[in-house]
């Protein structure tokens, strides 16, 4: 009955967009794009894992069969590295203004897809945990792969040890802060960020404009790290069952 429906459905949209293809072009095309992947034949299978294993392997098995998702991590790593060789290195100038225009206007929305597929609500109910540690396991592939690229690049410029460790702190928190951020975007009327009007930009303009005002700015690295942190302290609790 389910792959019944699933197909009824599909067709009866396929159908309305064909009808209306006068007015979206696009919409029809994207459809027809979308009919054409679901007749190919899926290539690789989850593993015999379950839990927390489970949401990681599902989260690289999507990546691996739609490389063009990569391109979304790609940007992901742009705005969270740039953001951490502003405050590590001695840049001049209004480079952080571009950097904060970009950060707004092309968020790291590559962190959370999964949380965003994995919120839900038909799917959620058989997720039993908690938004928070959800976000942050449907986070650990892509942030992993920006942690390495920017503790390669830290790992290779020319700093003294403890400058190497405050930075790699900062980009730490950086890239939690960016989940965490993106992540409220997603929030249902179920945790406590549903109480403000948009906790997403809230958190974001004060993660940020810390991050300007103490590391690109200041360039105090670590306490630019412990203020995104706290940050991040702040989004975790927004994301709490209300």
Do not use: N
């Not at 950097?99 to 965003?116: C, K, Q, S, T």
């Amino acid at each position: 009955m389910t792959l019944l429906a699933d197909e009824s459905l599909r067709r009866h949209l396929l159908r309305s967009i064909d009808a209306g293809r006068r007015f979206s072009h696009a919409a029809a095309a994207q459809q027809r794009r979308a009919a054409i992947l679901s007749r190919r034949r899926a290539y690789l299978h989850l593993p015999a894992v379950s839990g927390a294993r489970l949401l990681a392997a599902r989260a690289a098995l999507s990546r691996l069969r739609y490389p063009p998702a990569l391109w979304g991590l790609v940007r992901a790593a742009v705005v969270v590295i740039g953001g951490l060789d502003l405050a590590i290195l001695p840049v001049r100038g209004d480079a952080w203004l571009t950097w904060l225009l970009i950060a707004f206007f092309m968020p790291p929305i590559a962190l959370v897809e999964d949380y965003a597929a994995d919120s839900q609500p038909f799917l959620r109910q058989f997720v039993p945990l908690s938004p928070v540690r959800l976000a942050l396991i449907d986070a650990l592939l892509p942030g992993l792969l920006v942690l390495f690229a920017g503790t390669a690049q830290v790992l290779l410029l020319p700093l003294a040890a403890t400058a190497k460790a405050a930075a790699l702190l900062l980009l730490v928190a950086l890239l939690a802060l960016s989940t965490l951020v993106q992540a409220l975007r997603e929030a249902g009327p179920d945790v406590r960020a549903g109480r403000l009007p948009a906790p997403d930009v809230l958190t974001a303009a004060l993660g940020y404009g810390l991050l300007v005002w103490l590391g690109m700015a200041q360039h105090q690295v670590l306490a630019a790290a412990v203020a995104l942190l706290a940050v991040g302290a702040l989004c975790a609790a927004l994301l709490q069952p209300a």
